[in-house]
């Protein structure tokens, strides 16, 4: 009965190669997030989705791709992976209601390591 | 824009001693405000929130109270235990997306 779930949980990868991380949540919510988090613990978002329609897109490079097919799925998918990539990416789901979104809950994380 | 700033750590405590975090914050609007606890190897975990001045959340023996007159929402917590060992974020939201401080790091010894 997990709420959010991502998978893989850990990816070991070279450079250039291109790969996806999938994530799922089964609270019902309308919005999907994915984060970076870096070595400092230092958290950024990257993408919002609401309703499968992109929200939020901050100042990420185009080799990253979110795709979310239904409200309850929002998958990244990263090309040609370089070693700057290598972080700890979260996907998170919120309600929203009246315009306003409620708190997040988060995934349990994919330890991403590009060498 | 919205940021949020947390006191630098590690905050190095033993077990049953007090906690105090600082956070405070800037925004444009009204927000909510939100503690989340991230363990080692974990995802981050809701522990408490606020959503209008004055209020104040509360989870597992942690309080923080929305002031904003000074804009602040300090993590408090009367006895700490082993188990609080980790790293505490602070952040906040505003029609949007979280905003989040750069986490505290919580170290408790026995």
């Known amino acids: 009965d997990t709420a959010v779930s991502q998978t893989p949980k850990y990816l070991v990868t070279q450079m250039g190669n291109d790969k996806s991380i999938k994530c799922e949540q089964n609270?019902?919510?309308?919005?999907m997030y994915w984060y970076k988090q870096d070595s400092k613990k230092f958290l950024k978002i990257m993408f919002s989705?609401?309703?499968?329609?992109?929200?939020i897109n901050e100042t990420v490079p185009n080799r990253f791709s979110p795709k979310s097919p239904d409200k309850a799925h929002l998958n990244l998918h990263i090309n040609s992976l370089e070693l700057g990539d290598s972080a700890v990416y979260f996907c998170?789901?919120?309600?929203?209601?009246?315009?306003?979104?409620?708190?997040?809950?988060f995934g349990p994380g994919t330890r991403l390591t590009v060498t | 824009g919205n940021s949020v700033t947390q006191m630098e750590g590690p905050v190095t405590l033993s077990e049953e001693a007090f906690l105090t975090i600082n956070c405070t914050y800037t925004?444009?609007?009204?927000?909510?405000l939100f503690w989340y606890v991230q363990y080692p190897g974990e995802g981050l975990q809701l522990l408490l929130k606020?959503?209008?001045?004055?209020d104040k959340g509360s989870n597992k023996g942690f309080e923080a109270t929305y002031r904003k007159e000074t804009t602040s929402f300090h993590l408090e917590k009367g006895s700490v235990q082993v188990s609080d060992s980790a790293v505490y974020f602070c952040?906040?939201?505003?029609?949007?997306?979280?905003?989040f401080g750069k986490g505290t790091m919580l170290l408790v010894s026995p």
């Open positions: 952040a906040l939201s505003v029609y949007s997306t979280l905003t």
């Open positions: 925004a444009t609007g009204y927000p909510s």
């Open positions: 606020a959503t209008k001045a004055d």
């Open positions: 998170a789901s919120s309600q929203t209601a009246g315009g306003k979104h409620y708190e997040q809950y």
């Open positions: 989705y609401n309703n499968k329609e992109l929200i």
């Open positions: 609270l019902g919510h309308d919005t």
